[in-house]
């Protein structure tokens, strides 16, 4: 059972926390600020789903102050008015608020950007209205007094200090879910999405899915806290869970630092602390308030607690320089030699024999126009099992929309696409990427805010299992699979000389490098079939050989390979079968001896015949 | 029915208010791909200001309007040069924060130097109705109108033909690329934060004289107004206009024909109605991720 640095670190901070949960109440003199901390603790509750949503998968909403009043009015009618146990109206408000998130979020998480934001935010205004509106039932715009206390047995939480440990203990313990699902394969998945949805739809990480997912868990953790905050005050008012809240809970997350569970707690602990902090300010709280806020969003905008860290981090280790290794250390590696230094051709030969009749890929007459453009007209070709495809043809022949068509990320006007036997248009990236088939992209799609490994790791998304439930729980089948996706992205970073950047940002690695990586995180769901886009444009020659050897020693691990690509060197020295395209047709299909002989390629290629 | 009439001409009114808004965030928008939370603060500016002026100083009004536009407009670019050009990052989120914070802060300032009451300025040009096509109209809503039209016009007149709005057109398009072809970008920035300012105080200007004055009228407004921008279509200027002028509508009918408490549920619940047909709003262009 492997924790890693990162989990140690979590173990750490939680033990710092636990000591500080149960020192601070005996440390305190004015009862006041156990209420100020007991709100904290509530808050903390939305803020480290909202963090999760909002820093790891990306998606921003302005409507978690809905779902927390949700949770507070559904446990206050459900106690008072129906004469509910408090603990059974808690989980019935937590189900209540999660169906509407899934309605509200399946539409909603369609958008992107500032329409996303507009369209929660609206429907936190249409709540809220709604709650005003409905006074028979919600108390309206006075409020809904008399909530009960919660209690078990007879123990009933009905002081600050007792609540005190009571919110404190839910928000430990969410505070460590959210810890778990944030080092978890969905949170590795989750930030892949944020980095890119549709390359991280490739890798098999179901990106829809997992936004919406994602929007009803942090919903769940905004009703909870909201029954708690029912609870505690015995009243709610509609003005708390108004829109200036949710942008207020939004700014705590983003004042923490987005992308870090502890930044969310600091945020919340500041900024809910802040204007008790201020009132002696009296009228010109709201002034300091804001200048604050915009200074330290000027100052440190990866937040304050992940700012103050990576300064730390920063004077720890001054070798933190790090030793960018050289192509040609790369190329003297041992394990390579035997591709730079031969001519590729010769390499080759002997495994050409490999390739068998079976066909893996069969494109049967494939059509896709956009607009009145066709891309691909009656495209018709196969891939034998355990070949070398290459698909070549002038820029704009269609080569990659054809890679697209296959990898389900544009859906075919017409014609069928069989892969393993079974009909694949129609379906989504994330699915075909689960039949086993992987790709790489022309346009570098690396996910820059996460580490080397873990990028190689979400590679493993369509092989592994970890869901949301479980990602959350951390029980040993959890720490089975990750030991085993840990092991195997090593094994494949290491198949591309990458291992010993394992550990760094993907964003840090050159151009050549992240190519490498592209090609490392497909192969490590050992995939029946691989599409490489254009896997050495932009390389020197050198580099385009050893990449070469590559992918020869891919296919030789039983992975067919289809290629997309410009060098025609590399595709005439390691094909089985070239495949020609140009204006979306396909003008020729052979041996590469064949290829260089047909004259309609010299012609496509060279303009005019010969 | 027979109210239609009247409710869609109160309904134009309000929506033009909004088209303008909505174009100040998409000047905004155009040119950082931010959307700044501030814009309803300039619009509770123009319309203090001009009060101060009118009913404190005594001011005409054919003075005071211009003098407020650029203060406000001064305030626009005073926010870009504190607030948004000295931040270390240029992350969206945080900028947009940034602005939330800055929000705060001047209505802050704004309620201590107003203060928290309720105040109200008699309309441009008198109180006698007009009466047009089954409607009655005010002259305050020919001023809204006319003022609204020409806004629209001269900002359109100012992105398609000056070589200025052309530079910040680029910039919005490739700030980097706009940069290397010698187009100062910062000064682009600052500029529309200025214009911004200058469409949100127009905006608060002409709405006093129909609503209560009060610090933080523009909060309103503003999200009202950045709904429009983004029915329209985030950033398109056609768009801000339609978006506005129909939510406008949309509420005032909405308000009319079925309740009035429901106004803002029938408008947003309409918003998202749209976006979800169509995610990038009426007359938006969707980005696609390119593979």
Redesign the interface.
Known sequence: MRIGLSGVKSLLGLAILAVFIVLFPLALSNPYYLNVANIIGINTIIVVGLTLL?GYAGQ?SLGHAAFYGIGAYTSAILTVTYGFNPWLALVLAALVTSSIAFIIGT??L??????L???T???N??AN??IV?CDSVTGGPSGFPGVPPLAIGSWVFDSDIKMYCLIWSMAFIGIVLGLNLSMSRVGRGLRALHS????AN?MGVPASKYKVKMFVLSAVFASVAGSLYAHYLSFVSPKTFD?FFS?EL??MV?VGG?GSIWGGLFGSAFLTSLPHLLSSLD?????????I??VI??????GFIPGILQKLDFYLKEKGQRNKKRLDDFLDEPGFNGVAGIPLADSCSSKRLEASNDIILGINNISKSFGGIAAASSLTFDVQKGSITSLIGPNGAGK?TTI?LIYG?YKPNLGTIIFRNNRINGLYPYQIAAMGMART???L?IFDNITVLENVMVGAHAISHNEFFVSMLHPPSYWKEEKLIREKALEALSFFGLEKEADLPACQLSFGEQKRLEMARAIVSEPELILLDEPVAGLNRAESITIAGLIMKIRSRGTTVLLVEHDINVVMSISDKVVVLNYGTMIAEGTPIQIQKNELVLSAYLGGSL | MDHLAQFIVAGLTTGSIYALIALGFCVIHNATGIVNFAQGDFISLGGLVIFTLLMGLKVPLIIAFPISVIAVTIVGALLERVAIRPARSRSIVILVFITIGASIFMRGVFKILWGKNQMGLPPFSGETPINFAGATLMPQNLWIFGITLISVIGLHFFFSRTRLGKAMRATACNPRAASLMGVNVNSMVLLSFALSGALGAIAGIIIVPITTLSFDIGVMLGLKGFAAAVLGGYGNSLGAVLGGLLLGVLESVGAGVISSTYKDVIAFGILLLVLFIKPSGLLGRGDTERL
């Not at chain 1, 369609?110 to 329409?115: A, E, F, M, P, V």
């Not at chain 1, 890119?196 to 390359?199: H, N, P, Y």
């Not at chain 1, 969003?297 to 990866?302: D, Q, R, V």
């Open positions: 909002i921003v539409p909603t369609k958008l992107h950007g500032h329409y934001v507009m369209a935010l609206g429907f205004l249409i209205i709604i509106q890119g949805e549709s390359a490739c829109i942008v939004v700014t983003i987005m009228e010109y709280k709201d002034i300091f308030y804001g200048f806020l915009v969003l000027i100052f440190t905008p990866e990659t697209n990320v992209f022309q346009n799609q």
